[in-house]
């Protein structure tokens, strides 16, 4: 990606498909004259007013009404962008919204990259890189909890604890350096552990509540696995409160994964039901099987249904030995059925938790989200007196100053020289940066930027 600042840019800024209305965006230095080749107002006597909207049509080069619209001027550097921004709002729809895009590039805009006008924002100075993510985040945010943590970061609340730790790195890094670059001046000596140790815990505290912050804006696969005819779909159905799989008592009727989305307490779920894991001569279940392990593989947590009903089965210890030492919740199903009353757990997977439930009355499915909640999350809480880490770029760059300010502190202790300490210091300095953008190369814009979509 080319980082001019110099023309202007234009681009549709609402999701494609029949709307109220659709919106196309300019920003730059020309909007505002190329906005006065393409409007004709309503009114006799317009004036461009920023931050009004103004009633009137769209016109061709021949001056044709192309659409009525309503525009609104941004002037600089009160904008999204902090230049001069333009949006007009056509009706919704392809062909008014494209009509509108196709006038503003003949006009002399040119059609923005993906993420260019929050890459103009950054680099103009309205947000910091952390922020500019978080953009991204709440327009692909999936639950409100999700919504709420990317808000938090586009509100600056990360940016802030991570300035505040860059600084206090800053600080002693000056002071190192005036050791060493003025020793005739007699620097005093510091005792650099008093300042070092509190950015030290502060990212620790920041670290420690990242995976969960990582899972509201990411999600959690969970595959739904057993023998067949254990109640796998039954209990995909009763987990999204609504009929989505067939459900009969034939073995082997899920031939397929079929995925479904689940909001868990905010936490974006892809429930995974898979086709019943067993030998089969049959040609379609025998893929569907495959794919059932393939679903596994990629899953975070487990599901391992179990017929309670009926004496466990050979496949069933064969599977369960397949799921040793991962995320498991072993689900006793069929409660009402059952010819005992539940008692001990199932001799499967004795360190993973056991829930007896009855997918089809319902009986112990509070139970089971309740252990996912505490298997996903650990049973913490989201949110604290610190700054929530939802993206995995920001927890490894904390990971890399942590490690860097660790090892500067293990070699204060230990007496070494003020070159030696300055070599981490700088390193810690700069992933912190990373995070908010002051030492953000091009290539990683250009990652980062890249995933947003044309127009915003």
């Not at 505002?32 to 769209?58: D, I, N, T």
């Not at 309205?126 to 709420?148: F, P, W, Y």
């Not at 379609?284 to 487990?302: D, I």
């Not at 009353?341 to 499967?348: I, W």
């Amino acid at each position: 990606m080319t980082y001019s600042l110099d023309d202007t840019i234009a681009a549709i800024a609402t999701a494609p498909g029949e709307a109220g209305i659709g919106i196309v965006r300019l920003s730059g230095r020309e909007t505002l004259p190329l906005l006065q080749q393409m409007f004709r107002p309503a009114a006799p006597a317009w004036e461009a007013r920023s931050h009004q909207m103004s009633y009137g049509f769209l016109v061709d080069e021949a001056g044709e009404r192309l659409d009525e619209v309503m525009v609104v001027w941004f002037q600089a550097p009160r904008s999204y962008t902090c230049e001069d921004v333009v949006e007009i709002h056509a009706h919704g729809g392809s062909v008014a919204v494209r009509q509108a895009l196709a006038l503003s590039l003949r006009a002399g805009a040119r059609l923005a990259e993906p993420g260019e006008m929050t890459l103009r924002a950054f680099l103009n100075g309205r947000l910091d890189l952390a922020q500019a993510e978080a953009v991204l985040d709440v327009v692909r945010a999936r639950t409100e909890r999700g919504m709420q943590a990317a808000m938090e970061q586009l509100g600056g609340t990360l940016s802030q604890e991570i300035r505040e730790a860059r600084a206090a790195l800053l600080a002693v890094l000056a002071h190192l350096t005036a050791t060493i670059d003025f020793p005739e001046d007699d620097v005093p000596p510091q005792n650099i552990l008093p300042d070092l140790l509190p950015v030290q815990a502060l990212l620790e505290c920041l670290l420690q509540n990242a995976d969960r912050g990582i899972l509201l804006r990411e999600g959690l696969r969970v595959a739904i696995v057993g023998l067949p005819n254990v109640g796998k779909s039954s209990l995909l159905n009763r987990l999204l409160r609504h009929e989505r799989a067939i459900v009969t008592e034939i073995p082997g009727t899920t031939r397929d994964v079929l995925e479904e989305s689940l909001n868990l307490r905010g936490i974006p779920i892809v429930l995974a039901d898979t086709a019943g894991i067993r030998q089969t001569q049959d040609r379609v279940e025998a893929l569907g099987v495959e794919r059932s392990h393939a679903t596994l593989e990629q899953a975070n947590l487990v599901l391992f249904v179990l017929d309670s009903s009926e004496p466990l089965r050979p496949e069933d210890h064969t599977l369960a030995a397949a799921l040793a030492g991962r995320p498991v919740i072993v689900v006793e199903n069929k409660q009402d059925v059952a010819v005992e009353e539940p008692g001990e757990p199932l001799p499967l997977l004795p360190e993973a938790p056991h829930v007896p439930i009855s997918a089809m009355t319902g009986l112990g499915i509070d139970e089971l989200e309740e252990q996912m909640w505490q298997m996903v999350m650990g049973g913490g809480a989201t949110g604290g007196d610190t700054a929530l880490i939802t993206n995995p770029r920001h927890k490894q760059a904390i990971q890399q100053a942590i490690q860097h300010i660790a090892a500067a502190i293990e070699g204060a202790q230990q007496g070494l020289p003020a070159d030696f300490l300055t070599i981490d210091l700088h390193a810690a300095v700069n992933a912190l940066g990373e995070i908010t953008g002051e030492n953000a190369t091009e290539d990683l814009l250009d990652a980062i930027f890249s995933r947003f979509c044309i127009g915003k």
